[in-house]
């Protein structure tokens, strides 16, 4: 099961901003990737950010198996992409396509990567949260692994549905849950939007094993969903990824955006 993280910067702020442009790039990862998707593309336009700059379109594609989920922050110009999959797939191929229809630049130009099913933990250590916080990353994604369980539909619904509540996030969508295919489901998989983010559960029948992600913009709330799986769970496999690792030095601020726009003013008020 594999799943890679990628957070691209300096992307074209119409782009990120454009309902069609983010419907156009999921559907062409799911056919140019020849993933198995089980529905079609989730949009959610986010525009009640405390802070506007924050504002921007959260979607998702459920995959059997798996998920994409797009994050963009237009007037930030960046794109948090993700995509797990329980087979193969070209990560160049869906490289090039974030970058061509955002005109965004992957940072790092080699993606954070793990094998979920196994939880591979050789991620580069420099991704890898040992607590603290830290103003330059954008948040923390968590990955956990829950084995020998058995998890019906309804409960995953319920679990999405009151984590945000529990753990102090912001839903911004109900629970949406489906099965892999109407008759003997291999999965069932199902994800809630938080503010800009997600949290999504993957249950595999035939396994017993429930793969669990939240991405957050806050450190502290990360650990919260930790606790509140292990109190309902007991023990499980996890770990803690830093997102956006580049995040405050890639980012365009709206004072430099200004100031690289208005730049035709001095140059007009030049003496010749």
């Known amino acids: 099961m594999n799943h890679i993280m990628i957070d691209a910067y300096r992307g074209n702020e119409s782009r990120l901003d454009d309902i069609k442009s983010v419907n156009a790039t999921l559907n062409e990862i799911v056919l140019a990737l020849h993933l198995n998707a089980v529905m079609p593309p989730f949009l959610l336009p986010y525009y009640y950010a405390k802070d506007s700059e924050d504002d921007g379109i959260s979607a998702f594609t459920i995959l059997e198996g798996g998920h994409i989920t797009l994050h963009t922050f237009p007037k930030r110009g960046c794109v948090f992409a993700d995509l ?14 974030l970058k061509t229809a955002f005109r965004c630049v992957p940072v790092p130009d080699d993606p954070i990567r793990t094998e979920r099913r196994y939880l591979d933990t050789t991620i580069d250590e420099s991704h890898v949260w040992k607590g603290g916080m830290s103003g330059k990353d954008f948040g923390p994604h968590t990955i956990a692994k829950i084995d020998n369980v058995d998890v019906t539909l309804e409960e995953i619904f319920d679990l999405l549905d009151n984590i945000p509540r529990e753990i102090g996030m912001l839903p911004i969508s109900r629970p949406y849950v489906v099965k892999s295919h109407l008759e003997n489901p291999t999965y069932f998989s199902g994800i809630v939007l938080i503010a800009q983010s997600h949290i999504a559960f993957h249950y595999s029948v035939q396994e017993r094993i429930l793969f669990c992600d ?18 309902r769970y007991g023990d499980f496999l996890h770990m803690t990824i830093i997102r956006g690792s580049k995040h405050e030095q890639m980012i365009d601020s709206r004072e430099s955006k200004v100031k690289q726009l208005s730049g035709w003013l001095g140059n007009f008020n030049k003496r010749g």
């Open 84 to 97: 797990l999959y329980d087979g193969y797939y070209d990560e160049a191929k869906l490289k090039g396509i």
């Open 214 to 231: 939240a991405f957050s913009c806050s450190f502290y709330k990360s650990e919260n969903f930790v606790e509140f799986l292990n109190r």
